[in-house]
């Protein structure tokens, strides 16, 4: 299968589901024995086929909560001025949290959102990340549940965008397309 401007495969769809099956048990495993209630938090937009799939495979209670950021835009690189463009609409104080993204890169927005949620005073906050890219990376992040490190390539699928283009792919694929 192929999308005009994704022509490399990067990872299938079943490649995907095998690396969202292993996340969902080290997380289940990792939660399963806290009393604190667990908030599962997603960054949209590219996040949220990722989370779906994800918190199918988490098998102990929790809750899920959205918040949007950006520092993209339209670009195939971060800007690095990053936006809260939607919060939470629930409160984390004292509550297990979850953040989940699908891809970190420079480390620059994901900074920004780790520090203003831990000034929520959550009981804990841990990340989870399909894709990790630390080739770019110019801000350290703390990953605790990686899916898979990847080459310095943009890459769109599963959720994954180029101008809010192929995020309906159900794969990870390389964007060799033109750059607008």
């Keep these: 299968m192929s999308e005009q401007g994704l022509e490399k495969t990067l990872f299938s769809k079943e490649e995907i ?18 009393d604190k209630e667990l908030i599962v938090v997603g960054l949209l937009r590219g996040s949220f086929i990722f989370m779906a799939d994800l918190v199918r495979e988490i098998k102990c209670p929790m809750i899920t909560d959205f918040m949007t950021v950006s520092s993209y835009g339209d670009a195939t690189e971060s800007s690095g001025d990053v936006k809260i463009v939607m919060d939470l609409d629930e409160s984390i104080t004292d509550r297990d949290v979850l953040l989940v993204e699908d891809i970190i890169d420079t480390g620059n927005t994901f900074s920004k959102v780790v520090r203003l949620l831990k000034g929520r005073k959550p009981a804990s906050l841990r990340i989870c990340t399909l894709l990790n890219k630390p080739s770019r990376r110019k801000v350290e992040v703390d990953i605790d549940f990686c899916g898979i490190d990847i080459p310095d390539e943009f890459v769109c699928g599963y959720g994954l965008d180029y101008a809010q ?16």
Aim: hydrophobic share 30%; net charge negative.
């Design 17 to 34: 589901a095998e690396i969202v099956a292993q996340l969902g048990r080290q997380i289940t495993e990792h939660y399963e024995t806290s």
């Design 165 to 180: 283009k192929f995020r309906n792919v159900p794969y990870i694929g390389i964007y060799e397309g033109p750059v607008e």
